[in-house]
């Protein structure tokens, strides 16, 4: 069974610019999760999807979205970037909303110039 | 508030050797889940091991275990027979049930270095 899948693996983009990630979850998942990997923060929770809908939600600004397909793969788009948007950007999917384990994917490395 | 304290920014331990990585937890709700996941150099995470809160025996996946005391809100993470590839950042993580909107979301500690010497 394939993994999680995540495209591109890498990112350069400038201030200013938008960006769309992209995140496949593992066949037969439901639930995607993205999450942000920074050396100063550490990993934080963006938000969660389930069956298209936005469930949960991190503390992050508008400029952060995504949207998630009938077919379970999601985006995540980030307007108007920042220098501190430079970081690992880790998609996780599991099997229902609430379910025990997520499994993640190789992750977007996005670096902001 | 921290939810998640990894007090060792890196441990070393000699191959074939058993090491325990700490991880202690701050919360009020009476069901969670506690997780280990290893990230390599590459970045993915890989999942390793599962404790649910009201699982009453410590989990165990090949030569990991979870060493769970409720009581101290500790999940630690022991390797046993340590080798070369179980180099890596090693994360704590602890997702809240109770309440209905935390769903799938994971609160993760800063993190464990390890590194396997030979």
């Known amino acids: 069974k394939a993994g999680v899948t995540q495209t591109p693996r890498y990112l350069i983009k400038t201030r200013g610019q938008q960006v769309t990630l992209s995140c496949s979850p593992i066949?037969?998942?439901?639930?995607v999760s993205w999450y942000q990997q920074t050396p100063g923060q550490g990993l934080q929770f963006l938000f969660e999807?389930?069956?298209?809908?936005?469930?949960n939600k991190g503390n992050f600004p508008g400029r952060f979205s995504g949207r998630q397909f009938s077919n379970s793969r999601s985006e995540m788009n980030v307007s108007t970037l920042e220098l501190g948007d430079s970081a690992l950007y880790l998609c996780?999917?599991?099997?229902?909303?609430?379910?025990?384990?997520?499994?993640f994917g190789p992750g977007t490395r996005l670096t902001v110039l | 508030a921290q939810k998640i304290t990894q007090t060792q920014p890196g441990m070393f331990v000699q191959e074939k050797e058993a090491v325990t990585l700490d991880c202690t937890y701050d919360t009020s709700d009476q069901s969670y889940g506690l997780f280990w996941y290893k990230q390599p150099s590459s970045g993915e995470m890989i999942f390793l091991i599962y404790q649910g809160s009201y699982d009453e025996q410590n989990a165990t996946e090949g030569r990991y275990s979870l060493n769970f005391q409720k009581a101290r809100k500790s999940a630690n993470l022991v390797i046993s027979a340590s080798q070369l590839g179980d180099s890596a950042m090693y994360f704590c993580a602890m997702r809240e049930y109770a309440g209905g909107t935390s769903y799938g979301k994971l609160t993760f500690g800063q993190g464990t270095i390890l590194t396997v010497h030979p």
């Open positions: 996780a999917s599991s099997l229902a909303l609430g379910a025990d384990t997520q499994y």
């Open positions: 999807y389930f069956s298209e809908t936005q469930r």
């Open positions: 066949s037969g998942h439901r639930s």
